[in-house]
């Protein structure tokens, strides 16, 4: 049955491509985003789409877009690039932003689902990290704005199911990366794949024995749609398993790209999680998720796309 489905972030890495599903699936989509992170290139190709609207809000204000079957809430800056610059907008976006989609599944009795993060775990103490965790989060640190947004988020959706039975779900989503992905928002493949690009030195901080886990963008997608349809309203990880230390990183895109570059290492930001990686145990047995994109093969598919942003 097809649906009218609407994406808050639309014009994000995420929610484009969550948009682009959703359409190739024969729903609609109304896609709302206020553009401070978001980019209007991420739904050019969409111009010509009779079931693609666009518009232009900022979901801390009330608003309504009619009766709809689903909300997916994606709109928050989501890298510390983005967050520092905007860290009063990304608190009031996961809270006031969070309430009035809310609301909005709650008015047409609608499904609901949250993007929630891996930066709910903060500099985790349990590892891999299990969705009982209740995280070790320095709630007034530099990456708090983004943090602490994600984790009143989560106890707002699951507050609107618990008293008002709103159908919710949440993704708390581990580094995701693929075309689209800004080039500038600070993260490590844009990061590494930029410089590499240009022939700079790929920067490391600390010694880059810190672990992350890169998740290819629809692999992630697929997982988040499967999470949307599932009876499931607890937390579930959304993210790729496999573990790789920031050095082993560096060099796994120096390898795809061909470059030279040198890597040079600066000190480690405050609060920068040591390591990160998903326990999926419960995506594997409640949606029979896991994602098939390795990381290499991740990284060629992306190529294209960085090559593209260094050459303008």
């Not at 992630?220 to 082993?248: A, C, F, M, Q, Y």
């Amino acid at each position: 049955m097809t649906q009218r489905i609407l994406v808050t972030g639309a014009a994000g890495f995420l929610g484009s491509h969550l948009s682009d599903l959703l359409l190739a699936e024969g729903h609609s989509v109304i896609g709302v985003d206020n553009l401070c992170t978001g980019n209007p290139a991420n739904l050019a190709h969409l111009a010509g789409e009779s079931r693609f609207s666009f518009e232009e809000k900022d979901i801390c204000q009330p608003f309504d877009v009619g009766a709809v079957d689903y909300v997916f809430n994606f709109a928050s800056p989501a890298s510390p690039v983005d967050y520092d610059r905007l860290g009063p907008e990304t608190l009031l976006v996961g809270s006031t932003g969070t309430v009035n989609t809310l609301e909005i599944a709650k008015k047409y009795s609608a499904g609901y689902l949250h993007a929630s993060t891996s930066e709910c775990y903060g500099d985790p103490e349990v590892h891999p990290q299990v969705e009982t965790y209740w995280g070790n989060v320095n709630p007034i640190g530099p990456r708090s704005v983004y943090d602490e947004a994600k984790r009143f988020s989560e106890a707002t959706v699951t507050a609107y199911n618990r008293y008002y039975k709103v159908n919710t779900h949440l993704v708390r989503i581990f580094n995701t990366y693929g075309p689209r992905l800004q080039a500038n928002d600070g993260r490590v493949i844009s990061n590494f794949m930029i410089q590499a690009l240009q022939g700079q030195p790929l920067t490391i901080y600390g010694d880059g024995s810190q672990t992350r886990s890169f998740c290819y963008v629809s692999d992630l997608i697929d997982g988040i749609v499967k999470l949307s349809r599932s009876g499931e309203h607890l937390p579930v990880n959304v993210g790729n398993p496999v573990e790789w230390t920031i050095l082993e990183c560096a060099k796994e895109v120096l390898a795809v790209t061909g470059s030279k570059s040198e890597i040079v290492r600066k000190p480690l930001p405050q609060d920068d999680p040591a390591r990160r990686r998903p326990d999926i145990t419960r995506a594997r047995t409640l949606l029979g998720w896991e994602p098939k994109i390795k990381l290499r093969q991740g990284l060629e598919k992306s190529l294209a796309y960085f090559q593209a942003c260094v050459n303008g």
